[in-house]
């Protein structure tokens, strides 16, 4: 049988239309989540917003969703990754910089000594980053967090980080992408070290990560264009800097919002403040057994105030322990 | 004849790839072009890029094009259109500001004293926006900015700052679009300015326009929450700050770059810097009848440097009056 090719490609196009027919009715989206409020209401929400005849119905070009990174994509526990990252950096860098030793909070650092560290305040922190991001170029960078992620191991588990995924996350970032939506992570994290694993890792390409940053210029180095990394702060990222974060970003509203701490207390409250559907979801952390336990009283990821406004507001609260069949994917 | 859903959707899509298919071969993408070095060059490197068997395929994710905006997708003279609506915006506020009278730059601007404007320089200039852009929320400015284009005309065609965009500029958007490009606006003009109109005009998104911006913050008004619009500036998206925007926002080099003074330098440069295959293009405003006509010596859009090492750089130089068949779309 010999076809022109818009036909074949016609043919191929409709076999693969049927089977995803088929597949969508034998398979769950959403097979990591135990049935329950937190996924009922999520599957709903879908529904509305697609469905053209729904009086809830969104197009496709505003159904915009943000996700938190540190403890709602991934774990945060017993420390940011990021910092794991700085302070693996400070040792890399400290023979370089033989006053370290005698200085925080580089001390505390090369020390592991985690209450000293804390003790060193924002300020401190500020200073770990700037001496450990700052200085290379934005390709330089990238390679450099790239390396770590491949040897680095979280301290719990005993496996890299990026292993360290949600899996029902991962499958909530698919359902919504199967159904329109545009989805962008929203995080007080580092721009440029989540853009580095986002795409591979979520399927989030570079572009729809919106993080804190440090500024940078542009400049000729040896005559090659490149960024460079300057150690000044450009943007947090962070409580109400997530909604203007956005705001610069995507330009307009997202109709879904999902977070874990007081930090995304603002991007929940925005986002959720229509008109028309919206969702907002907090991973609660409740798990000690297969991840981590706190709220209220962490210094990491705390969450308070929004865990006291989520029944008002509407927000959704997700129980690790109770909607999640699993919480990361099997190793391979 | 009764068929199941997939089926018919199938069939439904059969003909829609037969009927492009049949398009594709009968109409020219970039009709409004001559025949010349300019369009070839564009043709092939789009065919390159896009070919699996070709060297220079590039994976459609990587398939970025940045676009200036004034001078480069629309008009820049007189004045920068965003110009024309500060000097209109200062008139209707000027009722509450009788102070502006005796005071520059508003008092050039409320006589229409262009020379007297020019010469309040860059700090003027920033005074001006900071007394028309800021103060309001993002909705509200939105909502000023889409009136304006309502109501303004162009001093010289008589017709709507959105009908001065270039028709050949506009088909090559949708060329790349086509050949699977994710197309951005990178202009020195304000991103909230643009965003208005940039998806209906340039079918570009707003979270795909990277401009200047002043600085927002996130507060409630009477309870809701908005962004509101801070008198200060946070990015000049021009020159050396066009790569940087670039990287901010989108995370990686483009392929393709397209401007027409010497503000675009960079963005060209960094952009055609490789590997790989790259495009680099300049339009140059040689159509006093048509357009306008300008380069070295104009204030605005001056292009000169660009100009000199265009040929070195292997950058395409588009003659607007020898390259393009029609400037603009024809009024409707």
Chains 1, 2 share one sequence.
């Not at 693969?16 to 088929?22: E, G, L, N, P, R």
Request: proline share 6%; charged share 25%; glycine share 8%.
């Amino acid at each position: 049988m010999k076809l022109i090719a818009p036909f074949r490609i016609a043919l191929l196009l409709a076999f693969a239309v049927i089977a995803s027919a088929t597949w969508a009715q034998s398979s769950d989206p959403l097979s990591s989540w135990n049935d329950g409020e937190a996924k009922s209401r999520i599957v709903k929400f879908v529904q509305a917003v697609t469905d053209d005849a729904s009086k809830d119905h969104v197009p496709a070009s505003d159904r915009i969703a943000v996700f938190d990174n540190d403890g709602t994509l991934w774990s945060e526990q017993p420390m940011y990754f990021q910092l794991a990252f700085a302070i693996d950096r400070v040792k890399v860098l400290a023979p370089k910089h033989p006053e370290w030793k005698a200085r925080q909070p580089f001390k505390a650092a090369l020390e592991g000594d985690a209450k000293a560290l804390a003790a060193s305040g924002e300020h401190g922190l500020v200073e770990l980053i700037m001496a450990t991001h700052a200085g290379n170029t934005a390709d330089e960078f990238a390679q450099i967090v790239r390396d770590w992620l491949k040897s680095a191991r979280h301290p719990k588990f005993n496996r890299p980080y990026t292993e360290l995924t949600f899996k029902p996350m991962r499958e909530l970032l698919d359902h919504l992408r199967a159904n329109g939506f545009k989805v962008y992570i929203v995080s007080g994290g580092g721009v440029e070290f989540m853009r580095v694993f986002a795409e591979e890792v979520y399927g989030v390409p570079p572009e729809q990560v919106i993080g804190s940053s440090i500024k940078t210029k542009y400049e000729l180095r040896d005559g090659k264009p490149a960024i460079v990394r300057l150690p000044e702060i450009d943007f947090i990222d962070d409580k109400a800097g997530k909604p203007v974060g956005i705001h610069k970003f995507v330009g307009r509203k997202p109709i879904a919002a999902f977070g874990n701490s007081d930090g995304d207390f603002q991007m929940l409250e925005w986002t959720t403040s229509g008109p028309g559907a919206r969702l907002g979801l907090i991973v609660r952390h409740d798990d000690a057994e297969r991840e981590f336990a706190y709220d209220r009283k962490s210094p990491i990821g705390r969450l308070d105030r929004a865990l006291d406004e989520a029944g008002k507001r509407g927000w959704v609260v997700v129980s690790m322990k109770n909607d999640w069949k699993s919480v990361y994917a099997p190793v391979r």
